[in-house]
């Protein structure tokens, strides 16, 4: 838990052929211990709503599994695919007690779920971890997808959007029905399926 304190220009470039964004940013703690941070891609545009606004409210932020490393000698922390949460000035208790406890701070230039990391329902493991796990569960691996092989027939359909329900949607008389909740949508939910491995 710390506070937003200097928000860099977004920068688009290419990484390894493709193209990417990111945002880099200083965070700095109630003991005026300073961090800088970058937030690649899908996670920048949680950062630009508060990058040159003229809002005098700190920007307090909660970042949970990101990654550690050494730029220049510089410790630094990023963000690691979709594995990474961010949550910015929520009402949670956390947020209340940190915003209690520091005076002020000026910063330069919504997201939910989060007691599920706090309770340790979540879990983020690797492809290897996964393999020695023998229990049901929600599990995050952060990974990259590198190529898609869609020879084997079928590998997507349209899923119901009943959170838990995950059905095959079916077409019946122009819309998509659901054969076990019986609701009638206009679209529903791409699912996919795909196999994994670890080289």
């Avoid at 990484?15 to 920048?44: E, P």
Wanted: aromatic share 12%; net charge negative.
């Amino acid at each position: 838990m710390d506070r937003v304190v200097e928000i860099y220009n977004p920068v688009d470039k290419i990484v390894g052929g493709r193209a990417a964004k990111l945002i880099d940013f200083q965070i700095c703690d109630n003991a005026d211990n300073y961090l800088m941070c970058t937030l690649w891609d899908s996670h920048v545009d949680s950062l630009l709503p508060y990058y040159n606004s003229d809002s005098k409210e700190p920007v307090i932020v909660a970042i949970q599994c990101c990654r550690a490393k050494v730029v220049n000698g510089e410790v630094r922390i990023t963000s690691s695919y979709d594995a990474t949460k961010l949550w910015f000035n929520e009402e949670f208790d956390e947020f209340k007690d940190f915003r209690s406890n520091f005076s002020t701070g000026t910063l330069h230039s919504k997201s939910t779920g989060i007691e599920s990391f706090q309770k340790g329902e979540t879990i983020v493991s690797t492809i290897f971890d996964l393999y020695k796990i023998q229990g049901d569960g929600q599990y995050f691996v952060p990974a990259e997808i590198i190529a898609i092989e869609a020879s084997r027939g079928e590998w997507y359909y349209m899923a119901c959007m009943k959170p838990g329900c995950n059905k095959n949607l079916k077409e019946f008389e122009g819309s998509l029905v659901c054969d076990k909740c019986e609701k009638h949508y206009q679209e529903g939910t791409t699912r996919y399926k795909i196999l994994v491995r670890q080289n």
